[in-house]
């Protein structure tokens, strides 16, 4: 097969005012005719300007060296004019990016703007092209094509979305596709289905794909070559199966073992650094407490958010719906499930930051739903929560010191604010921060860093039971592992109560002992792990094990 | 590492005030600020600009660096002065035996007028006024209206903008409906209507000076804007993790409304600020325009600027260029001020 699109000797800085910073490394890659190359890397690797630099999409202040060469078929693209880039952005490389929703314009239909990137480079007529559209639209498996032609974007579900973004990158029967993280902001189940359907479409239309993920598990199901790229150079690349079974550089087989795996549970999960450093020792099953008296008791619980339909008229959508569990010291209680699911809203009824409508939450005998605001500060030192987005559930304007003494001032842990500082300074260290990140912002952080330190905020009031809601999900696979060894790490020294929320059926498999899989806000499935994946009985359950990528093991060829 | 060790986070103010002295077009406008500021003082104190009412110069008089310039007003008035001989009345008059005891009476007295000097340092007005004193005396009151104000008017849109985008339901609703009722009235309307109120109806005896009725009126009528842009920023954050984070770890409503949020939307609020306070200098020249504003015995940016309408005619520019100079000098240095604090307020712009 015949290369069509080399990158060689890529380097890219962005140029401030002040300072100019090199990201990008002298990059060398090939995209082979009608192959998939799948370039991985965590966030800050480099990987999405390199493929960026190919559609010369680049932010304004992105310099790309004078050595740097990309060739598409034959032509130097980092000389093209500009008219030639227009040319060929859409007709003959086209892209589909992360986040659908904000991809696509909010206020025209999803027809229009399909059909307007297929009469961009064609003479059609407007009949035509909403003709074409409707093709598309079955192509890629929108059902009732010809009526979704007039929905907005908003009327779509997020897979849905990401189809119609599919449908107008493959208008024009594109050479190349490149595709920066796509599935990423899905579901999972969503996410298989739309992996198999850009496999599907590049064999059919005999194109090349560019995929670009932060998940070499995910990367080895579609990938016939895949790129490893860390801190902006390339640590290894070559073809799939190679990769992954015989994997040359270090950083590699870090990325290959750092997600937990269905058939083992060892107490400690490795992580890139073990790697870096030499090979890790293999570590002792993870053994758990034998079940005790549970310290949080969940009946019944159930919540409906009333929707008004008229003046008058409201109707009540049940969110969560009869979902009970027990959970006891120093063991872990694990939800799953898919957005949407009810699973977040079950946290926040327990934690009280919504109100339930139903049921009750028990912790250690006292009913926590029914008590006053005041009554209940009492209890929120001993019930905390780490939420999904460290990015988000940070105060950006807060120094972190000031952050982690707020929660022991309220509940009047520490004599005055220096001894509050230093119980924050032995708190960052616990979790593995240096001391010197007090007096720091949230944002001079990286994302496996800010989850660090909004664990230590939960600590802070040294509560007995914690709420971890998805702990792990904003966060690359490569960091996930070292957030999850060191919740396992404070559960056992501390003896803490886990209710463990993830849509990753993998990670709460690793995590909890008791796993409770939850759809459009009923439980239907509830066990053991090792039960669970054994013999899932609800279809449902069967479905979430299926998504969970396999690497090359999973390919379906 | 001992050292490092006991590094403590600082204070938000000691942060706040050393990253606005590393900003040094910052530091710059807040000297321009705080000097305005001991300006106003010494004004208000009486050390400057006390004689900005009294007729030192001859009407219209030049600029001390035109001198020589012809000032053709000073003379006709001078000229019309000699000329005036009145007619002889005595016949007539039913008061004239006693114009011999009045010449005499006058005799006794002093004559207090001193000479009126031909130029000034920056020239005179139409009266001889120094218009440099009148200058620095129009500062006193027009920052003190325009800065009061605006920052009255953004005390109460915070608050109320706050409130009912927190808490929603039913405080929106409420405040929803004083929103409505403020905004549908023309503002001009009002501003006559609250006028009226505070100068003759029962409150009118609180307000001894005329400057503090002007500030009340403006920032009863210009805090609805800011309480529109505050409430729609609380509704976006007060369902963010940070602030669910907060309420789960205790905080009160009141501490995740002002400590959490707050700090989060102060750009908004700050630069809405300089806005008003902006708009509020100009509206207080139209007031006074119209009668509303300061008292005549007064003097503002703004009634200088209605006087040089006239003076601009007959060439007289001096009058106009005081006021400006001294009020672009002060906006500028007010709004870049207000974006030096944003900036430095946000860590990530360090």
């Known amino acids: 097969m015949s290369t069509l699109v080399s990158v060689r000797d890529l380097t890219v800085s962005f140029v401030t005012r002040r300072t100019s910073l090199e990201v990008v490394h002298g990059v060398s890659f090939e995209v082979r005719e009608d192959a998939t190359l799948a370039i991985v890397g965590e966030s800050g690797s480099g990987k999405t300007v390199s493929a960026m630099s190919i559609l010369r999409l680049l932010p304004e202040n992105a310099v790309v060296s004078a050595a740097s060469r990309i060739e598409y078929a034959g032509e130097n693209l980092l000389t093209a004019g500009s008219a030639r880039m227009r040319a060929l952005r859409g007709r003959e490389i086209s892209a589909v990016f992360q986040e659908p929703m904000s991809s696509l314009n909010p206020v025209l239909t999803v027809g229009e703007q399909v059909a307007e990137v297929v009469s961009l480079h064609r003479r059609l007529s407007a009949r035509q092209a909403l003709e074409r559209a409707a093709e598309l639209f079955a192509e890629v498996g929108i059902p009732e094509p010809r009526a979704r032609l007039r929905s907005y974007p908003h009327e779509l579900s997020g897979g849905q979305q990401q189809r119609v973004m599919i449908a107008m990158a493959i208008a024009n029967e594109p050479k190349l596709l490149i595709a920066d993280e796509p599935t990423t902001a899905l579901d999972v189940t969503v996410q298989r289905q739309v992996l198999e359907l850009i496999a599907r479409l590049r064999s059919r239309h005999r194109m090349s794909v560019l995929f670009i993920s932060h998940d070499l598990g995910l990367v080895g199901e579609i990938a016939d070559d895949v790129v490893v790229m860390r801190e902006g150079i390339v640590r290894e690349s070559g073809p799939v199966e190679r990769i992954f079974h015989a994997p040359q550089d270090p950083y590699t087989r870090a990325l290959l073992a750092c997600r937990p795996r269905l058939d083992a549970r060892p107490r400690r999960l490795p992580v890139i650094d073990d790697f870096m450093r030499g090979t890790p020792a293999p570590s002792a099953p993870l053994e758990r407490p034998p079940d005790g008296a549970p310290v949080v008791q969940a009946k019944g619980l159930r919540k409906e958010f009333r929707l008004r339909t008229g003046l008058f008229a409201s109707r009540a959508l049940v969110a969560v719906k009869d979902v009970s569990f027990d959970v006891a010291r120093g063991r872990t209680v694990g939800l799953v499930g898919e957005s949407g699911s009810g699973k977040t809203t079950v946290a926040m009824m327990v934690m009280r930051l919504i109100e339930a409508s139903g049921g009750e939450a028990r912790l250690e005998g006292t009913e926590l739903l029914g008590l006053t605001a005041a009554q209940m500060l009492a209890f929120r030192r001993r019930i905390q929560i780490v939420f999904q987005n460290p990015y988000a559930s940070l105060n950006p304007r807060r120094s972190i010191g000031r952050t982690l003494a707020e929660p022991m001032r309220i509940h009047g842990l520490g004599a005055n604010q220096s001894e509050r500082y230093e119980r924050a300074r032995k708190l960052l260290e616990r979790v593995g921060l240096p001391r010197e990140a007090m007096e720091r912002y949230p944002h001079e952080f990286s994302g496996g860093q800010r989850q660090r330190i909004a664990i230590a905020r939960a600590l802070a009031v040294e509560p007995e039971v914690l709420i971890c809601d998805e702990p792990v999900s904003a966060l690359d696979v490569s960091v996930q592992a070292t957030v999850l060894n060191l919740l396992l790490d404070l559960q056992e020294s501390l003896g803490l109560a886990y209710l463990f929320i993830s849509h990753d059926l993998a990670v709460v498999k690793y995590m909890a002992d008791e796993v409770l899989v939850m759809r459009s806000g009923e439980v239907v499935e509830r066990g053991t792990p090792e039960a669970i994946f054994r013999s899932p009985q609800h279809e449902y359950t069967r479905k979430l094990l299926d998504a969970i990528p396999r690497g090359i093991e999973g390919r379906h060829h | ?350």
């Open chain 2, 1 to 350: 590492m001992a050292a490092v060790l006991e590094v403590t986070p600082e204070n938000a103010w000691t942060a706040l005030w050393r990253r606005l002295q590393q900003d040094r077009v910052g530091a710059l406008c807040l000297g321009i600020v705080v000097a305005y500021l001991v300006m106003i003082l010494f004004a208000a104190a009486g050390w400057l600009a006390r004689g900005w009412s009294e007729e030192v110069g001859v009407p219209y008089a030049n600029p001390g660096f035109l001198g020589d310039r012809p000032n053709l007003e000073a003379a006709l008035q001078k000229g019309s002065q000699h000329k005036g001989v009145a007619p002889d009345l005595r016949n007539v008059d039913p008061l004239a035996p006693k114009y011999e005891e009045w010449a005499k009476r006058t005799g006794e007295l002093k004559g207090t007028e001193a000479e009126r000097s031909l130029t000034l340092p920056w020239g005179g007005d139409r009266w001889g006024r120094d218009v440099l004193d009148k200058a620095i005396k129009g500062s006193q009151v027009s920052i003190a209206v325009g800065v009061v104000a605006a920052l009255c008017a953004t005390l109460i849109g915070t608050l109320l903008g706050a409130l009912a985008g927190f808490y929603g339901r039913w405080v929106n609703d409420g405040l929803e409906w004083l929103y409505n009722v403020f905004t549908s009235i023309p503002s001009i309307l009002l501003i006559f209507s609250l006028a009226a109120v505070l100068r003759t109806g029962a409150f009118a005896h609180l307000f001894a000076s005329g400057i503090w009725t002007v500030v009340i009126i403006l920032a009863f009528t210009g805090w609805t804007g800011m309480y529109r842009l505050v409430r729609a920023e609380y509704m976006k954050h007060r369902s963010r993790e940070y602030v669910l984070a907060a309420q789960a770890i205790g905080a009160s409503a009141a501490s995740r409304m002002f400590v959490h949020i707050l700090p989060n939307v102060s750009h908004v609020i700050l630069v809405q600020l300089s806005l008003l306070v902006v708009a509020f200098i100009k509206v207080e020249v139209i007031l006074s325009f119209l009668g509303l504003g300061v008292p005549v015995d007064m003097v503002s940016w703004g009634t200088m600027l209605s006087e040089a309408q006239t003076e601009l005619v007959i060439g007289k520019w001096w009058q106009l260029a005081a006021a400006s100079v001294f009020m672009a000098i002060f906006l500028t240095a007010f709004s870049m001020l207000t974006d030096s604090l944003r900036d430095a307020l946000d860590p990530k712009l360090r």
